[in-house]
């Protein structure tokens, strides 16, 4: 884009041109250093999974009802990419609430998002609009779609800081037009969301895909997990601080658990389900701002019980021989990050803990 | 994806990797002869244009409600890529209704799409989700979703053929998987259209990406025409079956015409708007299987108005000195398109079609 903005720039006068000079300056778009180009094998998109719902009657060509009709859909849709020399496992990446596969591509401030980083890194990569969101819009259930006031509330409970104030240090950038695409890249339900719709169409795709390694972040924490409950071709999840979909073994769920932003309850799976779940690594990363003690900040005290509940899924997996790991990434030094680590600012950072993480499974 | 898919098949029994081959023996897809890497400078997406909504009222952190919110919308998002040694003009593809930005990549039968056909011709590349539809959910005006079940009508209408019959010698691949992909690149409005909200944010696309060609499809037409208006970055447009929309000098709209799928009605613009017009060509291309009398069949008999409109229009910007020119595919001895040439199984001939156009208007 550089270039391209910069052609507009220069029919500009020169006031404008050094405004957008200072805005280079400061931004850290702009100041990326050139990269290499990308060498890309194939790509394309397609539907998978879903349903058919059929209308009875007969269907008359001239004077079309509902009768006699069908309608596709709770399919999910992906793009794909595959680069030259492909390693051998695809990386597919699903986003989570209010988001799309945009998650994953530029971030907020204009740089590489993990879909290309994980391409420039040799992986097949496929993102996922899940069923009932984005491009696989069709969903076999009526929803209404309001336009809904949350930029402040996802301000706060996606920890980029206290609105209006950002956090110390947030791995965010502060121009006003990163927050911009940051609220432009929410994008509604259009239909009733559903763990079990949503890891269908997933499980589907793995068949297409053949295995390879799982990216979830936040809401699609528990579709994950179901995914690879349904998939043997699921060989390793990459969670994204998970937020909901915790799944335990029948009779050994933890309690429910309260914060400031409403209760957390863990989701039961028959012990022969869970188990699978052992059988792959895991790793989970959360980023910075999440108290240890309860606090009436709804947007970090979300977090607060996200987190525990994490580690308690995490030993219990570990427990029955499993391979998971939760990073809680101030832990390990990595300070700043927001519910978004994968676009923060930081983001190539993440990426290597993810690369070492893979490298470590021997699945790269 | 063939390399992948061949290596799920090789772990099956011989009975299903028997049915593979023979699939593959009919697939335009899987015959297709290897194609050279895509070499992509750059790649990345956004959100422009759009509007932002404040709820008064204090923001409350801790209880957040409306109050003191602000909901960002009616933007439009945009995938780019952008290849090595890009030619001067990028091209922007605006999809049609119950479509997304989905509509120019992959073809039904899995072959490369419009977007990667003019990657490898050397353009930048920019596929839109228009406002309200796809990535670019969010609306600033309340809508209900219904599964409304279209497939059938869809089939009639996006000339395929006369459902359950396929026309002969049409340009749609008749494998079961096809039709499939076909249906569920339906996606749906997730607000109700606005074709000032759409031109707008394409507008804005056109000031970041500085002077540039614009591709539409059916409903897109008329928000393409308007862009054009209010943008001079438009410096040519390619129509494929505009459906509606089609713009008149005030004063001289020509009379509503009727057809089976009832009425078609010219809109009206000022005479100043219309001739900025005629200062970029302009080609539209309209498909196979439309009649020239009336007739019942619906899906056909709308097509029938929107050509004789498409024409009287084509007249009007020639009379005031402009340069736009339909071609009736099957007048050129091209036969067999549906609605969508640009995904048809004939797509690198229309493809070549466009690029003479664009050679010979000096835009490439």
Chains 1, 2 share one sequence.
Not at 216 to 241: C, D, M, R, Y
Request: some cysteine; glycine content about 10%.
């Amino acid at each position: 884009m550089s270039r391209r903005i910069g052609a507009v720039n220069l029919r500009n006068r020169c006031g404008v041109l050094l405004l957008a000079v200072a805005a280079m300056l400061t931004s850290t778009n702009a100041v990326a250093a050139p990269r290499e180009p990308l060498t890309i094998q194939e790509q394309g998109s397609f539907a998978i999974g879903g349903t058919v719902v059929n209308t009875p009657g007969t269907y008359d060509n001239n004077k079309p009802t509902s009768d006699g009709q069908s309608f596709h859909g709770d399919h999910l849709y992906t793009f794909y990419q595959v680069p030259e020399n492909p390693k051998a496992l695809p990386i597919v990446m699903l986003h989570g609430a209010f988001q799309s596969a945009r998650s994953w591509e530029t971030t907020s401030d204009g740089r590489e998002g993990f879909q290309t980083i994980f391409l420039r890194r040799g992986f097949p990569v496929y993102l996922v609009d899940q069923p009932r969101r984005g491009r696989a819009g069709n969903s076999t259930v009526a929803t209404t779609i309001e336009p809904t006031p949350n930029d402040q509330l996802f301000f706060d409970q996606f920890r980029i800081g206290i609105w209006p104030d950002y956090f110390d240090g947030v791995q965010f950038d502060r121009q006003p037009e990163a927050l911009n695409q940051f609220f432009r890249s929410v994008t509604p339900n259009t239909g009733p969301y559903d763990a079990g719709v949503i890891s269908d169409a997933m499980a589907a795709l793995f068949d297409k895909t053949g295995p390879g390694i799982l990216f979830t972040h936040s809401q699609a924490g528990g579709p994950g997990w179901l995914t690879a409950i349904k998939s043997e071709n699921v060989k390793a999840i990459v969670s994204f601080e998970p937020g909901s979909g915790f799944v335990f073994p029948e009779g050994e769920l933890p309690a429910e658990m309260q914060s400031a932003a409403g209760p957390l309850k863990a989701e039961s799976v028959a012990p022969a389900d869970f188990d699978k779940l052992t059988r792959i690594p895991i790793v989970i990363y959360y980023g910075d701002n999440i108290p240890t003690e309860p606090t009436e900040r709804r947007g970090e005290d979300n977090w607060r019980v996200r987190l525990a509940m994490a580690k308690l899924w995490v030993e219990a997996i570990n427990k029955r021989g499993g391979d998971a790991r939760l990073v809680h990434l101030p832990e390990i030094g990595i300070r700043g990050n927001t519910h978004f680590p994968f676009s923060d600012l930081n983001n190539v950072e993440i990426a290597d803990q993810v690369s070492k993480f893979l490298s470590e499974k021997k699945l790269d």
